[in-house]
């Protein structure tokens, strides 16, 4: 048995913030802390044995259909969401017929609304079958069905359907359409589907769901006619509520035929209009409700999608006090099917919003009203165990930040996702790999290539040129496109300084240039002709000759090899970068092999 959801959890809720500060990682707690509060209780730590009890959990009520995920886009629409037509072509006929396709959101209201149904034995998708018991209104034979937990019809001198019926006299007199009422009550028909017992052409009396199979009576109770003798027994679960059918029939009355199949509405559309009415069950029973199990619809990027044309006339519905059950509970029509529809109370959303693309201030105001928002910051504090080289990658992204929100805001700062690959291999190399592939992509996004302030954030402007990851470099725009056109360019460009991701001093640098300097103290160093290398303290390694260091040094170390004949891969056969190609250049000079 699940437990409730915490009585603070709201229906509605989205988490925000910068990218890679866990939103979708964390729609996992919040989804269990609605489907499954105790179990998140008894498992709150951070450590990757709890995180995999919690993503199993999760999975399981994946599994279990309580759980669904969908992302918005600017191609997300309201037919994907709730409802829309959907074209068939007939495979006969070759003609294309169209047929209302509930959306994402639609079919989650169902579920949550009819499955807790199941365990008064309605099936999944039932059939939905009117009867009429001895006419409209009331009657013996009406009423000791009620309470007895039945379903019966005429034409009893057919016999016991389940024999060779066909050949019965009194059947062969019948005609087509008692005959098919007597094939549907007893062959069609099966346990776990709905019944309307009728009051009136337009009225329901009564709501049963079928308990068991066919069966033939040949002595009828007391009470009852005669000829009833065909029976079912049946669980009725909405007695005496004389609700009108139109709403849900397209308008349209029940025909005067004892027993046919309702086409026009499902049993999700049913108990919504039950609700809707404030149709109270016969039994202490939940047919659908507040107290139902929850479900939970996480919705990724929600601020992505066109909120107001996804949402529709529903983003008054998913209010808390217009939800099904409370007192200023709301239903609408919908545009395709035409059936009354109401949000559960069961039914809780979460949302995800990337601040980077759009900040709360311009987020639809009708969301923001109706959503309760939880903002998830970078937590640099995660990092501050994490150290690669001697530089604390905590303080690292957390100076980085500042100056983020410095020149840009809060709503662009860097996650702490994107570094932690480095708890499990704290190695320059996915440093390296960090930076090239995520920080410097989504810093030229935040700042729009603005590479001065990029070059700000990245503290180059205090590096040595080397350690720079982003250089300022003389254009010669004159010399290349003549001087009338040249003098109205720029005259410098930016550069990215490849060789600066290899560079520990780079990354030492953005936290603090000045450490860079006690970093630079020459490690060992080995000449070859006019160039002498360098690995410095911080495991760098530099190419100079005389007093002037040259850049960049990969091109010089790869000409050195192949003069040396010093292999340029590891053991793997995978090309040495330039710190490792240098070291094993110094080590085979040192050793006086090249």
Sequence with gaps: MTASPAVSVSLNQILYGPPGTGKTYNTINQALAILAPEFLAQNSGNDPETRKRLKAEFDRFVTAERVRFVTFHQSFSYEDFVEGLRADSDTETGQVRYSVESGVFKRLCDDARTRPASDLGVRGNPAIWKISINGTGSSPTKSYCLDNGEARIGWGETGDLRGDYEQNAYYQSLGGGDKGTLNYFAEQMVVGDILLCIHSAEQIGSIGVVTGDYRYEAQVPAGVLGDYQHVRSVRWLYRDINLSILPLNDERQFTLKTVYAMS???????????????????????????????????????????????????????????????????????????????????VYLIGTMNTADRSLAGLDIALRRRFVFREMPPRPELLDDVEVVGLNIGQLLRVMNQRIEVLLDRDHCLGHAYFMPLKKDGSQARLELIFRNQILPLLQEYFFEDWQRIAWVLNDQRKAPNDQFIQERTSFAEALFGRDVGQGLAASYWTLNDEAFERMEAYIGILDASRVTADRVVKREAAQGEFTLRELASGSVEVWRADTLLQPAKPILRQLAEQLGVSQQNSNGNALNTRSLGRHLIDQLSQGKA
């Design 264 to 346: 026009r509405f499902t049993w999700a559309d049913l108990l919504s209009y039950l609700q809707q009415q404030g149709v109270k069950p016969v039994e202490l029973v939940t047919v659908a409700g507040a107290d139902s199990e929850p479900y939970v619809l996480i919705i990724d990027e929600i601020n992505r999608g066109n909120v107001s044309r996804i949402f529709g006339e529903l983003i008054t519905l998913i209010e808390e006090s217009k939800r099904e059950g409370a007192d200023e509970a709301l239903s609408v029509k919908l545009p395709y099917s035409k059936k009354p529809f109401s949000v559960p109370k069961n």
